[in-house]
T-cell receptor, first 111, second 117 residues
Framework: GEDVEQSLFLSVREGDSSVINCTYT??????LYWYKQEPGAGLQLLTY?????DMKQDQRLTVLLNKKDKHLSLRIADTQTGDSAIYFC???????????FGSGTRLSIRP | EAGVVQSPRYKIIEKKQPVAFWCNPI?????LYWYRQNLGQGPELLIR????????DSQLPKDRFSAERLKGVDSTLKIQPAELGDSAVYLC???????????????FGPGTRLLVL
């Protein structure tokens, strides 16, 4: 079945760029999403990319999609302490509205 | 505009007891989702409603879980009886569009954290 994988942890220094990676297995993905979850809160949609795009930029966020390798990344420029959270990659495939989430990457910020 | 509202935020029960969670989606959103999020995992879909119809409940353990969305707005998810393994965060989400191949932005509520003792 469809699967989405992410590394569990990432630690970066404040002010540096963070790059969170994700791989997926589905060949018929339509949209790929990045969600942010802060402690005790629900998931907040950060950004998404349509499967026929290679890149999408939104302020400090850059999403890169390599459809051939089924690899998605989220780059956060100038990482701040408020960026500390768990980041989930999610894959929506063509059969209606089903979305598969990865297990999340916990981003921690060092001073 | 209010987001997705869920209650209660926290629930502690003993095993074999029933429990119910309530969700009020964003006004005008036709599609409603219930997810379960286990510790250290991403959300997993339990059931999806389009209006009042459950269009995908393939992952709902139907022996003990039930859900309803009678008027196509609010929804209730019930577990009876609860087991230790049901301890998790139960998330509700809603989206504006009904099924289709275009991307649907799902908006999540804060979740109900369930602990079964």
């Amino acid at each position: 079945g469809e699967d989405v994988e992410q590394s569990l942890f990432l630690s970066v220094r404040e002010g540096d760029s963070s790059v969170i990676n994700c791989t997926y297995t589905d060949s018929s993905s339509t949209y790929l999403y990045w969600y942010k979850q802060e402690p005790g809160a629900g998931l907040q949609l950060l950004t998404y990319i349509f499967s026929n795009m290679d890149m999408k930029q939104d302020q400090r966020l850059t999403v890169l999609l390599n459809k051939k390798d089924k690899h998605l990344s989220l780059r956060i420029a100038d990482t701040q302490t408020g960026d500390s959270a768990i980041y989930f990659c999610a894959d929506q495939y063509s059969s209606a509205s089903k979305i598969i989430f990865g297990s999340g990457t916990r981003l921690s910020i060092r001073p | 505009e209010a987001g997705v509202v869920q209650s209660p935020r926290y629930k502690i029960i003993e095993k074999k007891q029933p429990v119910a969670f309530w969700c009020n989606p964003i006004s005008g959103h036709n599609t409603l989702y219930w997810y379960r999020q286990n510790l250290g995992q991403g959300p997993e879909l339990l059931i999806r409603y389009e209006n009042e119809e459950a269009v995908d409940d393939s992952q709902l353990p139907k022996d003990r879980f039930s859900a309803e969305r009678l008027k196509g707005v609010d929804s209730t998810l019930k577990i009876q009886p609860a087991e230790l393994g049901d301890s998790a965060v139960y998330l509700c989400a809603s989206s504006a569009r009904t099924s289709g191949v275009r991307g649907e932005t799902q908006y999540f509520g804060p979740g109900t954290r369930l602990l079964v003792l």
